[in-house]
């Protein structure tokens, strides 16, 4: 049996009350190993709920990170749940942390107890958005990495592969240079250079997409910078619910209806963002996760650290110092 | 009278046979003083058609800038009518430039034909959108400059507040500064350094913003670099198409509801977007403008030259030389 995925219980707007029934759901019914971290009495008192005590460890952690704590404190908190889980990752006793905290966080503390992987210059996070013609579109670097260089950019495309291939199962991912024209040199500095760097990489380079390609099924995987990524993300988010707000206003929608199109749309759906570009395997879950969406992040969890998402990344560039 | 406003007859999906129509309206509904300029034969025949023969008059030019022209090449190309419209604006024969052209062309053309305000590094393109709540932000930059140093950026606030206060008549604009995070100091070097300058500025500094606020009616004013600034705009556009195909699939909504909210958000609807900082007015309308949104443009174009949209600017920053 693999090691067990750590979940940090006390991450996440609703703490233990929903990551322990997420992690219970993982083992019952999904079959991932799993083990808790966080204040042992709380834990315990929900795996009581389900009757679960005894079947899963729990390792005590006695900080909590706050959800508003900027990455780089909460990285030099005490021993919090997030920071053990991700040392249990980093020592190897671990093979994933599943975290539903805040991103700056986790990867703060990530880089710190989980390391980077060893040709790495940075992380990167990928989250699947699903596109109105079916399937789904790997979006990278989604916020880890503001001030990327292109060589990190190129990167992060090779891991936005691999996820698009390991969660997505899609076989030979295309990948897009997220950019503000599709012909190619248009874009601003980074962009370009990144755009130069690409065709010699080990995939299937598509070109420039624009913003309107996101949603739009056009590649497989669209790479950019974790600034623009971010922002990206959110605006779909908000885009999404601005529009539904209107139609409910308007009252020329069913209810249901539009409910049916914000669960598409809704964070909590998109499965796991998953941390890339670490010696283990990070998946961030949403803030505002229900117990099946952690339980469904420990399985992406499972596949990636099963997966060796980033021996593509080790096999094309060298390891070099961190810039 | 005024100076007229010059319609680029050639720009746009259409050409002439919207673009005259939006003059001719433009003339008759709303009393704009206007031009048209492009080849004479053509816009003669269209006029002829409106039965405005010898009401509005035609400058001759002969070349015709293609939509998907590079940027660089437009301002190159001989007599277009974009590049004789834009130095009617530049010689003071005109007020202002309404242009359907691809967006990288007219700002080539105006920043050669019209010129840089006196104090303004670098120009913005600013555009309002329509929020959830009713009203609209302004987005700025939304495509003109890629690269802008921190300073453009403060100055493409003070263009955005001008826009905001002379197109949607807001008197004192809040602005927010598009990042990755509502704390200060989040974002990515660009946006930490463009943050330390904005509260020193003669305008209402909410702080930053984050991409679920574009379309939220949390600030009047959004500023960003052109680069970010696109991608959104069309992100924007996209997951609006995306929701609509989605609803549209399920047969949950009805038809014209549907269509109610893509009108909304379509680009044309938006009013013009408006090239700002230069020596005079560039109003851009999207490339499938028909005549009614020209003739809009038109109106926008000669409220923004009446109402001295750089002044701001000028007054705030030292003239210095190009970057």
Chains 1, 2 share one sequence.
Do not use: W
């Not at 090691?3 to 940090?8: G, K």
């Not at 219970?24 to 204040?39: K, M, S, Y």
């Not at 916020?143 to 990190?152: F, I």
């Not at 395997?281 to 992406?300: D, E, N």
């Amino acid at each position: 049996m693999s090691n067990p995925v750590v979940v940090d219980a006390m991450g996440g707007d609703h703490g233990p009350a929903e990551t322990v029934g997420g992690a219970v759901a993982a083992r019952r019914e999904h079959g991932v190993p799993v083990v808790l971290v966080g204040r042992a009495g709380e834990v315990r008192g929900e795996l009581a709920r389900h009757d679960a005590v005894g079947e899963i460890d729990v390792v005590h952690a006695e900080e909590i990170v706050p959800m508003d704590e900027p990455g780089a404190r909460a990285a030099a908190l005490g021993a919090s749940s997030l920071r053990v889980g991700c040392e249990l990752v980093g020592q190897g006793a671990a093979s994933a942390l599943v975290s539903a905290g805040s991103t700056g966080a986790i990867v703060s503390c990530a880089l710190r107890g989980v390391g980077r992987a060893p040709a790495v210059l940075r992380p990167a996070l990928a989250i699947a958005l699903p596109s109105a013609a079916g399937g789904a579109t790997v979006l990278v670097d989604a916020g880890a990495t503001s001030d990327p260089t292109p060589e990190m950019i190129a990167q992060f495309a090779l891991l936005g592969v691999s996820y698009a291939q390991l969660v997505l199962g899609v076989p030979d991912p295309s990948v897009g240079l997220l950019s503000i024209g599709s012909e190619p040199g248009k874009g601003n500095r980074l962009t370009r250079r990144a755009e130069e760097l690409l065709p010699a990489l080990p995939l299937r380079f598509h070109g420039n997409v624009e913003g309107h390609d996101v949603l739009a099924g056009t590649v497989d995987v669209i790479v950019t910078d974790g600034f623009t990524g971010n922002i990206v993300l959110k605006n779909v988010e908000g885009s999404v619910r601005a529009v539904l707000t209107l139609m409910a206003r308007s009252g020329v929608a069913e209810p249901e209806g539009l409910r049916e199109v914000a669960r598409r749309y809704d964070p909590e759906t998109h499965g796991g963002a998953a941390l890339l570009g670490l010696s283990g395997t990070v998946v961030v879950a949403h803030g505002s996760s229900r117990a099946a969406t952690i339980a469904r992040a420990c399985v992406v969890a499972r596949d990636l650290a099963d997966g060796g998402v980033t021996a593509r990344v080790g096999d094309h560039f060298a390891a070099e110092p961190v810039r």
